[in-house]
Antibody, heavy 115, light 112 residues
Framework: EVQLLESGGGLVQPGGSLRLPCAAS????????MTWVRQAPGKGLKWVSV????????YYEDSVKGRFTISRDDSRNMLYLQMNTLRDEDTAVYYC????????WGQGTLVTVST | DIVMTQTPLSSPVTLGQPASISCRSS???????????LSWFQQRPGQSPRLLIY???NRFPGVPDRFSGSGAGTDFTLKISRVEAEDVGVYYC?????????FGQGTKVEIK
């Protein structure tokens, strides 16, 4: 059974940093691209970033380019999202999802950016 | 960026009756590889999203056959043949043809 477990969320001040890990199990992690999607409270889904199977290719939504970095550790079946220079508008539940097609999703982790 | 527009934004439906959601993209979703990467997701209240349909009309394993997708180019539709209570939630289309990926605003399906 595919499982994706995000963690690392919490309250952070504007300008601060946070790293979100996503632990994957139940599939051959290295064979799949991995994606981050976020959802602000009461709002819709917004795609954030994707990393290819090899890790060689990464793509970002414009508002996070230069501030967020996606990475993966295939030896540990882990996906990461390093978030720097956080803004109020980054407040959201962050989901990791499997594959280019977002075949399965984790339960999400809430990031709150506030003073 | 490709803009995805869903209609309606809210759809009250009687149990057992059909429901239909439209999704229109601001440009063609036909990829250079010939495929069209249009997906549909369901988000039940309090839950994570779940993939229902990929590449316009392919049901993801485990998705009931009352869900179907159709369309081409810039116009796409998700249909639920007979709405059940467990279908209540918000439905999103998403284009996977171009970066950044973009979602529609979401359509809330509720029971009348």
């Amino acid at each position: 059974e595919v499982q994706l477990l995000e963690s690392g969320g919490g309250l952070v001040q504007p300008g601060g940093s946070l790293r979100l890990p996503c632990a994957a199990s139940g599939f051959t992690f290295s064979n799949y691209a991995m994606t981050w999607v976020r959802q602000a409270p009461g709002k819709g889904l917004k795609w954030v970033s994707v990393i290819s199977e090899s890790g060689d290719d990464t793509y970002y939504e414009d508002s996070v380019k230069g501030r967020f970095t996606i990475s993966r550790d295939d030896s540990r079946n882990m996906l990461y999202l390093q978030m720097n220079t956080l803004r109020d508008e980054d407040t959201a539940v962050y989901y990791c999802a499997k594959g280019w097609q977002l075949e399965q999703w984790g339960q999400g982790t809430l990031v709150t950016v506030s003073t | 960026d490709i803009v995805m527009t869903q209609t309606p934004l809210s759809s009250p439906v009687t149990l057992g009756q059909p429901a239909s959601i439209s999704c229109r993209s601001s440009q063609s979703l036909v990829h250079s590889d010939g495929n069209t990467y249009l997906s549909w997701f369901q988000q039940r209240p309090g839950q994570s999203p779940r993939l229902l349909i990929y590449e316009i009309s392919n049901r993801f394993p485990g998705v009931p056959d009352r869900f179907s997708g159709s369309g081409a180019g810039t116009d796409f539709t998700l249909k639920i043949s007979r709405v059940e209570a467990e279908d209540v939630g918000v439905y999103y289309c998403m284009q996977g043809t171009q970066f950044p990926r973009t979602f529609g605003q979401g359509t809330k399906v509720e029971i009348k």
